[in-house]
């Protein structure tokens, strides 16, 4: 059975783990809609870039 020669220190152990983490979703504040949303994405609204891509009746038949 395999075991480890040495013990692996607090610092060894949480100093590998620190890229573990969450990060924060990139949010944009959409002035079209006046809601935020996440980067590069069609607001639920139909809108992207300040113009409407999609209208809001094909956006609803979706739910």
Do not use: C, F, I, W
């Amino acid at each position: 059975m395999a075991v480890p020669a040495r013990h692996t220190s607090k610092q060894k152990k949480r100093s590998r783990r620190a890229h573990l983490k969450l990060s924060v979703p990139a949010m944009h504040y959409d002035a079209t809609t006046g809601e935020y949303r996440l980067s590069h994405r069609v607001s639920p609204k139909g809108y992207y870039k300040g113009r409407q891509v999609v209208s809001e009746n094909s956006a609803s038949d979706n739910d």
